[in-house]
């Protein structure tokens, strides 16, 4: 697995409420922060102070190996009820893309949430840089760390959706 290669990691569960009630969870840009991952602050920048295309947001993230940094992101696609999906950008570009997808089903609703290392480098690339020949394993490592991180948010609204 190489970082040019962009590699995506991708989260789906489903959780007991309509889709509107999740889409009010997962359209909150404060939603990681309370499940206890690498985004320990995240603040609206700019005029517009919600999803939609256009908006730009400011994480602050924490990492035992890649220290403290922050990001800017901007919301870059949203179909109203169904998916949102914003950039990250690092010093050479878009160094990530996340988004949110909110899908009736069945039963509840299905909410996925997937995240896209690259075009550009990031912190990751400069633990590749000191050991490319580990590229594959530390690339590897920090999907795992990205699915873990859905996982949690994921859990955290379907416990939500379980309390409403």
């Not at 962009?6 to 939603?31: F, G, M, N, Q, Y």
């Not at 950008?89 to 160094?95: K, T, W």
Request: aromatic residues 8%.
């Amino acid at each position: 697995m190489r970082y040019r290669d962009c590699p995506t990691i991708e989260v789906t569960e489903r959780v007991p409420a309509d889709p509107a009630t999740v889409w009010a969870l997962v359209t909150d840009i404060e939603l990681p922060v309370r499940c206890a991952g690498e985004l320990a602050e995240v603040e609206w920048i700019g005029p517009i102070d919600r999803v939609e295309v256009g908006a730009r947001f400011r994480g602050r993230n924490s990492h035992p190996a890649l220290g403290t940094w922050e990001t800017e992101c901007e919301i870059v696609e949203m179909e109203p009820g169904r998916r949102w999906v914003w950039n990250v950008f690092g010093p050479d570009g878009v160094s990530a893309t996340w988004g949110f997808e909110v899908d009736p089903a069945r039963e509840g609703t299905l909410v996925r949430q997937w995240a896209k290392l690259g075009p550009g480098p990031s912190g990751l690339s400069l633990a590749i840089a000191a050991k490319p020949e580990l590229e594959g394993r530390i690339v590897a490592r920090r999907l795992v760390e990205w699915a873990d991180s859905m996982r949690a948010n994921l859990a955290w609204v379907g416990a939500q959706c379980t309390t409403e």
